[in-house]
Nanobody, 123 residues
């Protein structure tokens, strides 16, 4: 069973950038698709991005499309989320999750979750 650990969150000014990492421990990311979701206080968990296990297919949420890029390095068992031109509304806890199925924008399709990393964007 794969365990996921996110890192790279922090406080950044609007317009800044962050790169989040999601590392697999106790196993390998193959053949899991990996997604990123975020949850702000009092709000539902929403889809950010996902990548297939070979890395050939990606999907992005409408609110972040054009500002984020998801990539993966299976040799390092790590998935990355590069976020640029951050906005205050991007403030949330960011989670990575893995699924043995095909990539999905639905968080219920993901079976393994990390503990989350906080991203705070100041105006």
């Amino acid at each position: 069973q794969v365990q996921l650990v996110e890192s790279g969150g922090g406080l950044v000014q609007a317009g800044g950038s962050l790169r989040l990492s999601c590392a697999a421990s106790g196993g390998t990311f193959r053949p899991y698709a990996v997604g990123w979701f975020r949850q702000a206080p009092g709000k539902e968990r929403t889809f950010v991005a996902t990548i297939s296990w070979r890395g050939g297919r990606t999907l992005y949420g409408a609110s972040v499309k054009g500002r984020v890029t998801v990539t993966r390095d299976n040799a390092k068992n790590t998935v990355y989320l590069e976020m640029n031109n951050l906005k205050p509304e991007d403030t949330a806890v960011y989670f990575c999750a893995a699924t043995e199925g095909v990539i999905s924008t639905q968080y219920r399709e993901y079976h393994y979750w990390g503990q989350g990393t906080q991203v705070t964007v100041s105006s």
